[in-house]
Structure formats: C-alpha cells, structure tokens
C-alpha cells in the first residue's frame, strides 16, 4: 500500500464560548459559570464523511483544508505533520490541498472578475508560467465546462451551477492533488447536481484526483466514494467500503440514515425520520451520543461510550452492539 496523502491522528477541533463582561461579574460573584467547549471533531479516521448538519464535517473539512488548526492531534501531508513543515512543505501543503464551498456564490468575490478569480492564486505562486497565463487560463476554464470567452464577466453573471465550476476551476489552477468538497452539490438544483458529480468523476479520472467529499446526503456519497465514513456528533461511528456499508449497515446511526433515502421499490412505506434531535454541543449527553435517538440502547450505552474498533476487514464501528452487550 503507498504512503497516504492526507493522514490525520487524534485530530479535534474545540470552539469556546467566551463569557461575557456579566457573565464574568456574575461569576466573581459566587455564580456557577464557566467558558464552555464545544468538541466539533473528534478522533477519527476520515475518507469520505456522511452525517446530519453540525455532526462537525464542514470544520473537520477546514482542518484537513489549513482554514482551521486543530486543538489536538495531527494533520499529516505525505507523512510530514503539518506544525513540522518547512516553509517549502508549508507552500507545498496550501497548494496541493484545495476546498470547494457549499455556496458558489458566497465563496466567489464579486468585485473580481472570473479571469482573476481563476488566475490570481496560480499568478503568485507561480505556478503558471507567465507567458502561457493566458492559454493555461482558457484550458482550466474548458476543463470545467466553461466557455473562455466569458472569463471577464463577474460571479453576479453566471448561474449557480456555472459558479460552482468557477470554484471547481480556481482549485484545479493551482495543480491541486486533494481537494476538500464541503457539501458541493447541496445547494444546486438536483439536474446541476448531476452535471457537477459527473464532472468530479471525470476530473478524478483525467488528473488522478483524490477528495474528501462531505454531506448529510448517503445517495450523493454513494454516487463518487469509494469508502464511506459515518459521523454523529463530532465522532465517527462507522467506516466501510462503499458498498458494504450500503449492503450492510452496522451501525444503528448509519441504518437510520439509510432508511432516509428515497427508494422506489419501497414507495408504499411510510416515512419514518429518525427520531429526536443532535443533541446540544455545550450540554452533551454520557455513554453513546446517539443513545437519547437510538432503538437499540442499553445501560450501558447511556454510561459508557464505545470505542471505534475493527468488526471486519477494512470495517470499523462504534457500537456496544458490537460485542454482544
């Protein structure tokens, strides 16, 4: 097996809700009040990652993206951690490694045109010789599906779709070997969201791509992954190849989420979401986090939280149903 590209170790990521000036003065006297951490990505291996809004993807995504340092464990880049890098591994590092946000058009400064929304990274790093800007621009932009004859025209000109291959084509301008995709496809029309899956198909193919894909949507992961990862509350509770986890389930959590997905052979049955709510980040809840939602839980599972073990060959899971309660 080769040398992993992207690998992370022990990595969480907290955010703290600082108090404020009453907050403090009430504390000063005699009030039981504390500054609060919220544990928005927990231990864990990470291929591809599924789970419901706020189980903590998108900033596990930023971590693995450089936006946000971890607060514990390790980000390694072809075996070198990120905190050890030379200034050369750093740049390396920064280029090599690109995100591709939600919304197209959030993520696209308006006051740039689409020439130098593309161009300006690959300008100053380098990384196109400044006599071909102009022919490797025009390439970049067809590689997308983009006319080039549109580069000068600004994000407000485009449809969402044609935006998000805008930021599809300013990752792909820097020679990226990772790319990062928050929730890519969510917030375009479901026949877009075809063209742009289809699209990360072929650029995988051309140019050797690998990604990190994260969404709460099973059937859009289904369509690009290899191997899925399920997250729940900042913590990964199964991993698997594709269509294992598809085949075979482990986890409570996983099973639920794919009784979700619209199936026309099961048209007749009625809808059942999973019951009950995330719990609260600043107020969790002991044992499992899925305990409070979960049909299966035990005793043991509202004290004591599982650990993510082996159950099969290249299949983990984090579940005390696991080993026979």
């Known amino acids: 097996m080769s040398a992993a590209l ?27 009040l504390r500054e609060e951490s919220v544990q928005a990505v927990a231990p864990g291996e990470v291929v591809g990652l599924v ?41 390396d590092y920064t280029l090599k490694v690109q995100m591709i946000f ?25 990384v196109w010789p400044a006599d071909a800007f102009k ?3 025009d ?27 805008i930021g599809i084509a300013r990752a792909l301008a820097v020679e990226p070997a990772f790319l990062v995709c928050d929730e890519a496809v969510a917030a375009l029309d479901v026949s877009i969201q075809a063209q742009i899956l289809n699209l990360f198909t072929q650029l995988r193919e051309e140019l050797g791509l690998t990604y990190l894909f994260i969404s709460h949507d099973l059937g859009v992961v289904h369509h690009l992954a290899d191997r899925v990862v399920i997250m729940y509350f900042g913590r990964v509770v199964e991993s698997a190849p594709t269509a294992e986890l598809f085949r075979e389930p482990n986890h409570p959590y996983t099973r639920a989420l794919l009784d979700e997905i619209p199936q026309i052979e099961l048209r007749h049955r009625e809808f059942e979401p999973i019951r009950g709510e995330i719990p609260s980040p600043l107020d969790p809840p002991t044992g499992c986090a899925f305990h409070p939602r979960c049909p299966h839980a035990t005793t043991r599972c ?20 696991n080993e026979g309660m």
């Open 6 to 32: 992207i690998e992370l170790k022990d990595v969480s990521k907290r955010f703290v809700k600082r108090l404020d000036i009453a907050a403090r003065a009430a504390r000063a006297f005699g009030a039981d």
């Open 139 to 165: 390439e970049v932009m067809l590689r997308v599906g983009l006319d080039p004859t549109f580069k000068r025209r600004y994000p407000h000109q485009f449809s969402g779709g044609q935006c998000q291959r």
């Open 51 to 91: 789970g419901e809004s706020g189980c903590g993807k998108s900033t596990l995504g930023r971590v693995v993206s450089g936006i946000h340092e971890p607060s514990a464990g390790e980000v390694l880049f072809r075996e070198r951690p990120m905190d050890n890098m030379t200034p050369d591994e750093a740049r």
């Open 302 to 321: 509202r004290e004591e939280a599982p650990a993510l073990r082996n159950i099969a060959p290249s299949r983990r899971s984090a579940c005390h149903l």
């Open 135 to 137: 022919d490797r621009l």
């Open 102 to 126: 939600r919304d197209p058009y959030a993520s696209l400064n308006p006051r740039l045109r689409v020439h130098d929304i593309i161009g300006e990274a690959p300008r100053v790093h380098e």
